[in-house]
């Protein structure tokens, strides 16, 4: 059964940092992109990061506070976010994708992703 289980979203204040996890089982992860999305209150869901093959792409309203890394032996995909924002406040989901994956990484659309865990959320709030 193929499988996306995120992990470490919790609550912080504004300035501070958190570590994402997003563990897949069922399928060979290093042949997808992979991906994070947040959805935040009220809002379509947006792409904030992916990453395959070592060619990464972020949304704007995070370059130079979040990194995605990958570790393919452990079939795990991190996103750490620093200086974290209220505005960073949402759920965020792991999702994959195979097919054209440069078309991934660059568009970061939802629509692309064949696969999705099921969300942490994350509060950012003083």
């Known amino acids: 059964q193929l499988q996306l289980v995120e992990s470490g979203g919790g609550l912080v204040q504004p300035g501070q940092s958190l570590k994402l996890s997003c563990v897949a089982s069922?399928?060979?992860?290093?042949?997808?992109?992979m991906c994070w999305f947040r959805q935040a209150p009220g809002k379509e869901r947006e792409g904030i990061s992916c990453e395959s093959r070592g060619v990464v792409n972020y949304a704007d309203s995070v370059k130079g506070r979040f990194t995605i890394s990958r570790d393919d032996a452990k079939r795990t995909v991190y996103l750490e976010m620093n200086s974290l924002k209220p505005e960073d406040t949402g759920v965020y989901f792991c999702a994959a994708a195979r097919g054209n994956k440069w078309a991934v990484v660059q568009t970061m659309s939802p629509g692309r992703m064949a696969y999705w865990g099921e969300g942490t959320l994350v509060t950012v709030s003083p």
């Open positions: 069922g399928f060979t992860s290093e042949y997808f992109a």
